[in-house]
Structure formats: C-alpha cells, structure tokens
C-alpha cells in the first residue's frame, strides 16, 4: 500500500502558483472528462505465467490482476507499463549523531493514461510519473516534503522493465551492484541513501496476489523487503549528515486497486527489533467507516510466515489528531490486533499529513510510528492513512 496519487484534478486547491499550478494543470489535462468511468470495452491482456479469469465489473484495456500468477525475481521488481497503477515505496528510520531518530518516505509512482495508443507523437502521455519525498522530524514538528510530476517521455522521467530504475528528473531510485540507491534532491533536503536486503522478499496475500475487497476484481500484486539496512547522508540547509537505520520497501501493481464500496485504507509496516515483520492493512466501508476487508503477513525473522485472513485483523483507534490546515481528523495511534499479538503504534508526532493536491489533488497521512507490546518498545515503522480529508475515487 501506499500514497495516494489518483485524484489527479484541474482545480488548483491550495491557491499556490508558478511550478506547483503548473503541475496540476499538467495532471489535469492528463486525465480528461470522463476517462475514470468511460472504460474502453476491450478486452486486457493476459498476464505471463497466469490463467485469465472472468471479470464480473466493466473490462478495461489494462492489463488485470488475476490469482495463480508468481511473481518472479528479479524480473517482477522493475515496471509493468500494461497494468494501469505501480509504485516503489520506501520508508523507514534513520539516526545521526547530533539529533534523534527520524523517519523518511520516498514513492515513485507510475500510471498509465487512458490515451489513444495510435498517436505516435514523442509527447503523449503514455505513461505518467510521479514521485513524494519526505522527512518526519519531532525536533521540527512538522513534516517536510516535495513531490514532482512529469510524463515519461524524451527520458525526462521513466521506469524500467525487469529491473528497479525509476526516474523523474534528478529523483532516482534504482538497482545496482547488489542494493538500492536513492537520490532525492527536494527543495529543503537531499537523501543519498543505500539500502542492502537482509531478507528475502515477502510476499504478501496469496504467493503475491493481494485482494483489497471480498471480490477477486478488486487486488493487486504485491511484495515486500522489509527489514533493509540504510547508510547515507542526508542534507539540509548546507549540511551533511551520515545517517544509518532500517527501512521497508512495498512494491505494487494493479488496474483495479479498490472497490468502489470502500472509502480509503490504514496500513502499516513495522520492522521488529527480534528481526521479525507485520504489514496489516485494512479498506474502510464508505457506507460505514468500519471495515471493509482486511490483511496483512507476519514472518519470524526465522522465514516463517502467517498471512492473516480478513477476520483476523483488528484496527482499533486509540487517538485522534486534527490537521489545523485541512481540518481533517487522523487515528494517529492504534491498537492492532492479529493473532496471538496485541502491537500499539504510536506516532514519532500528530503533524505528518501529505498535502499533495498539486501533483496529485489528495491529501494523506503517512508517518514514522513506533510499535510497543505491553508497554515497551518493539520495533519502528510506517502507518498510512487514506480517505480521512475526503473519500477516495479512484
């Protein structure tokens, strides 16, 4: 799971100007009247390695997620272009020697546009991305974050097959001598950061096939590393700083992400200090608030996993923040359920919403949270909030 990116809009509703309205007009025309609900009647390719399966809701021309598909390594890290949505997402803490622990996010997302495939101008949209970047501070107590947006195209911005290298602009991440490296030039800091695997991959639902609602439509593809080691620097008003830690990595791929009864998603993934990891999500009910579905894995830091069936999980709301600047109401601490475990996420600070409504016209809250049992500390990680300042539409 992870940041929200689709309600890209014309409206320019944070009243900012120059790059920022520039970006959002660019969003605008990219997604024209009509595209979310006028889905072409053909129908998707099939997926390699995968039996198609029929589909109850309107075919699209993108590709579908079906159950039975492997996913394959390393071939499966790098882009998908025929599903509709993608990202690379990494989160995680990090710690110097002249301040406290802090977390970072970076996203690179990639969509497909709904466009006439026959124009074969070196221009059109084909592909579209965008990419968030963030620092979660307590010492500041607010969250600092940029985000971009362009087309991949003229090698501006891109993602490519059978391996990671995702770009837009000078933002990179990518695969290469044996880990990952991001390089994040934002506005007010840059991440220079290297990510070395510990673990295997996790595969997360059924061997990779993740459902997000009770019908097999609404799903995605889905792995994750968690448990990387990070070294790098990370800068900030002139200043360099060497930095070490631990982080996550989700990759997902999907054309029809959510059901359209649910309103939005909390998710978490928490690396435990024994070396073990839980991802737990749950879709909210839009009728309700309350649970739509559910899941999320558990692995011993032996290889052994559990993946939880939707009855399984418990999200219970433990405190609430309201933003001063949307006036949006988060669950920012919880208690999680699963079997045999009670973990209770408290956030690093309330103040860690994404106001991305000029690259992508939503906001969200995602932030560096601390897992306790009992009381005493267990581990760090992420949690997401979606669909708390308005519903989500996808």
Request: no cysteine; glycine share 10%.
């Amino acid at each position: 799971m992870t940041s929200a990116w689709w309600r890209m809009r014309t409206k320019d509703n944070s009243g900012l100007h120059g790059r920022r309205r520039a970006l959002t007009w660019i969003a605008g025309a990219l997604t024209p009247p009509g595209v979310w609900a006028g889905l072409l009647a053909r129908r998707s390719s099939p997926v390699a390695g995968a039996e198609p399966v029929p589909h109850s809701s309107p075919v699209t021309r993108f590709a579908p997620v079906v159950p039975g598909y492997r996913i394959r390594f390393p071939q499966d890290e790098g882009s998908h272009p025929a599903f509709r949505t993608e990202w690379w997402y990494v989160t995680g803490w990090l710690e110097a020697p002249t301040r406290k622990p802090f977390g970072f996010q970076i996203t690179f997302f990639r969509a497909r546009a709904e466009i006439d495939e026959t124009n074969p101008s070196a221009f059109t949209p084909r592909q579209v991305m965008i990419a968030h970047a963030a620092l979660s501070d307590a010492a500041r107590g607010r969250l600092t974050h940029d985000q971009k947006l362009a087309r991949a195209a003229l090698g501006l911005a891109g993602a490519d097959e059978g391996r990671v290298r995702v770009w837009l602009d000078d933002w990179t991440l990518v695969h290469e001598g044996g880990v990952y490296r991001a390089r994040i030039p934002a506005r007010e800091f840059t991440l220079d950061l290297v990510f070395a695997q510990t673990q295997s991959p996790l595969l997360q639902g059924d061997e990779g096939f993740s459902r997000k609602g009770p019908t097999s439509e609404a799903a995605s593809y889905y792995y994750s590393l968690p448990q990387l080691r990070v070294e790098g620097t990370v800068t900030e008003s002139g200043r360099h700083e060497a930095v070490k830690g631990g982080a996550w990595l989700d990759h997902e791929w999907s054309s029809s992400y959510m059901d359209e009864r649910a309103s939005g998603w909390d998710w978490l993934g928490i690396n435990f200090d024994d070396g073990s990891a839980l991802m737990a999500f749950r879709m909210r009910d839009r009728a309700t608030g309350g649970k739509f579905w559910a899941g999320g894995a558990y692995r011993t830091a032996a290889g052994v996993r559990r993946v939880f069936s939707p009855q399984e999980i418990e999200f219970v709301p433990l405190r609430s923040w309201r933003s001063p600047r949307t006036g949006a109401v988060y669950p920012v601490a919880w208690r999680i359920e699963i079997p045999g475990r009670r973990v209770t996420l408290e956030p690093l600070m309330n103040d860690q919403e994404h106001d991305t409504r000029t690259s992508v016209g939503t906001v969200y809250w995602e932030g560096a949270v601390t897992a306790l049992i009992d009381g005493k500390p267990v581990g760090r990680g992420y949690l997401e909030l979606t669909g708390y300042w308005q519903p989500m539409k996808l």
